[in-house]
């Protein structure tokens, strides 16, 4: 537990359990490679792994992300300027020792069946060839990657920034995690820009500065993405951010003044280039942007412009084309988030087996019982978040349980299982009512319920009857909007 703040920048050392705290004064302003490297050389460890911010997190820009293995992110909700509020510019960790495992047999068992799972899995095979861009051309065919600041359902030039494209032109190699054997992180290139190595970008980076904001310039937007990883900032957020102010430029509600010169356009790419380092370092109209979307709307008087949920901007992933995901957004504890139920995935067949009553259906469905099945499909995801596992990785429940009861000793049966997901939902449900979040905030923007042309049809999906049907599932109360005390007392939480 991480408390107060520090005098000055430090970095956060850990070495096999021991705890201490490093003079970082000359890494304060590096950017987070430089920064990755050279905790390491302060460390005198080659082999530590490192959570680090750049100048977002250290300006405290709300979009600020924590980048650790060389280009990865926890990009989302800002915590890197909870970082930079600290003084901590990294945290950086190197162990020696081993992992119990209670029945290694048995797990070894089980891991052989996940690797053979993978790598017969037609999911696992596509994120091996294209890395999650290569969701691009089939997002597009469902309507469900926004386009133009969520106000088109279709646009021909956005075909330009598929990611079997950028395999061909500008890929140098796939990355992966420890052990995983899809592989699904690349590594690219940006030429034009004089960057030969480029850690992504991802299908959410493509469609935040790419299709969002109607630039179809592909290594312009591999170059915004590396852009953001070396000042550590979300690329959703930044994305969307920007989109708005690009839509204020458009309808004439950003002064001249305001917008330093930079023509702030749809399909302008140096704009964009521009505007990341102001963010980042919030000058000019970057001290405006550096806030985040909703900040921004209110601030110009455009609250109906607004595309956050509960202040976190939307992804890409539009609820239009699959309406499974307006109750996730709704109902997600962190704001609109993908991650924490994917029911595109589960929609287009790519979802958790049966067991667990996740099935795919009507895209289109916005019923009660599909809201109840959304909900499934959240508790087991807070399984997986829980438990760190990668949502590409698709194993089934059964052997999740398997490995779980095999390394920890324990007994526990599927339903105690996808339990501790709901107990994780309720606990973050009961935390953020703490904070004023009530049942009128389980709400999509007006933005997202506007109908389109296109692949979605002119279709926007039923939130309240998909809420109600989560409510139910996850046994929260319809008016409160909190778990009940029979729910509490169901899931063992002694309040």
């Known amino acids: ?269 140096q704009a964009v280039h521009a505007l990341i380092p102001m963010i980042a370092e919030r000058r000019g109209i970057g001290a405006h942007l550096a806030d985040g979307n909703r900040r921004l709307a209110e601030r110009l008087g455009v609250p109906e412009l607004d595309a956050t949920v509960n202040g976190l901007e939307v992804p890409m992933h539009d609820v239009r084309a699959f309406h499974g995901m307006a109750a996730v957004y709704a109902l997600s504890p962190r704001g609109a988030c993908h991650m924490q139920g994917d029911m595109y995935g589960v929609d287009i067949g790519q979802g958790p087996p049966l067991e667990l009553g996740v099935e795919p259906g009507d895209r289109f469905e916005g019923s009660v019982a599909k809201g109840s099945m959304t909900a499934r499909q959240m508790a087991w995801r807070g399984v997986y978040n829980a438990l760190t596992l990668c949502q590409f990785q698709n194993p089934g429940p059964t052997r999740v349980l398997g490995a779980l009861n095999a390394i920890t000793g324990w007994d526990i049966d599927l339903d105690e299982l996808l339990d501790i997901g709901r107990r994780g939902l309720a606990l973050k449900r009961l935390i953020n009512a703490s904070r004023g979040v009530t049942p009128s905030d389980d709400r999509l923007p007006d933005l997202l319920t506007r109908r389109l042309d296109g692949p979605t049809e002119g279709r926007t999906p039923d939130v309240g009857a998909l809420v109600a049907g989560a409510y139910q599932e996850l046994g929260w109360d319809p008016v409160t909007g909190l778990p009940t005390p029979e729910t509490c007392e169901e899931l063992g939480l002694d309040l």
Request: aromatic share 6%.
């Open 1 to 269: 537990m991480i408390t107060g703040a520090a005098d000055a920048p430090v970095v956060l050392a850990i070495r096999d359990g021991t705890a201490e705290l490093l003079d970082a004064a000359e890494l304060w302003g590096m950017d987070t490679y430089a920064t990755q490297t050279a905790v390491r050389d302060l460390m005198g460890e080659p082999k530590a792994r490192v959570a680090c911010i750049g100048r977002a997190g250290e300006n405290l820009v709300k979009m600020a992300a924590v980048l650790n293995d060389h280009g990865r992110a926890a990009g989302r909700t800002g915590l890197g300027a909870v970082m930079g509020s600290k003084k901590l510019k990294a945290i950086a960790v190197r162990g020696t020792g081993s992992v119990p495992v209670a029945r290694p047999a048995e797990l070894a068992d089980i891991v052989r069946e996940v690797g053979k799972a993978s790598n017969e899995d037609i999911a696992a095979m596509s994120l091996r060839l294209a890395g999650t861009a290569g969701y691009w051309d089939m997002g597009l065919m469902y309507g469900d990657t926004p386009i133009r600041y969520f106000q088109e359902g279709e646009w021909d030039a956005a075909s330009g920034l598929s990611g079997i494209r950028m395999v061909e032109e500008f890929q140098n190699r796939n990355r992966a995690c420890y052990r995983c054997p899809i592989a699904c992180g690349r590594e690219t290139r940006a030429p034009a820009y004089g960057v030969d190595i480029v850690d992504g970008p991802e299908y959410e980076t493509v469609g935040a500065l790419g299709s969002l904001l109607m630039i179809d310039d592909l290594e312009a937007v591999i170059y915004a993405g590396h852009l953001c990883n070396i000042y550590g900032i979300d690329t959703i957020s930044t994305g969307v951010t920007i989109a708005l102010a690009f839509e204020l430029a458009e309808r004439s509600l950003l002064s001249p003044e305001l917008e330093d010169g930079l023509e702030l356009r749809y399909g302008n790419h």
